[in-house]
Nanobody, 120 residues
């Protein structure tokens, strides 16, 4: 079993920044992908960014240039630095982890979610 605990969400004005963290514990695979997804009210959960153990990253077009995902493999922690935040970034942000090189949404481990609210 793997447990994921997110932190760092909150309320921020448009143009501001937030840094989300997600710490994984338990039986963590040596090769894994961790990432962030988000879900706004009335919308489907969508990819924000993912990163593999080796450091390969994927970003959604909507956050490219404003967001950086990184990880500390020694701490089994993934970070999401979000800059130039927009009201449309408002959502619950979920951390995910899968064995292997990419997130398998249907079988991934998920955190409880952290709310990010961007005011205009």
């Amino acid at each position: 079993q793997v447990q994921l605990v997110e932190s760092g969400g909150g309320l921020v004005q448009a143009g501001g920044s937030l840094r989300l963290s997600c710490a994984a514990s338990g039986s963590i695979f040596s090769i894994n992908a961790m990432g962030w997804y988000r879900q706004a009210p009335g919308k489907q959960r969508e990819l924000v960014a993912t990163i593999t153990t080796g450091g390969s990253t994927i970003y959604a077009d909507s956050v490219k240039g404003r967001t950086t995902i990184s990880r500390d493999n020694a701490k089994n922690t993934v970070y999401l630095q979000m800059n130039s935040l927009k009201p449309e970034d408002t959502a619950v942000y979920y951390c995910a982890l899968s064995e292997g090189w990419y997130i398998r949404v249907s079988s991934a481990y998920w955190g409880q979610g952290t709310q990010v609210t961007v005011s205009s």
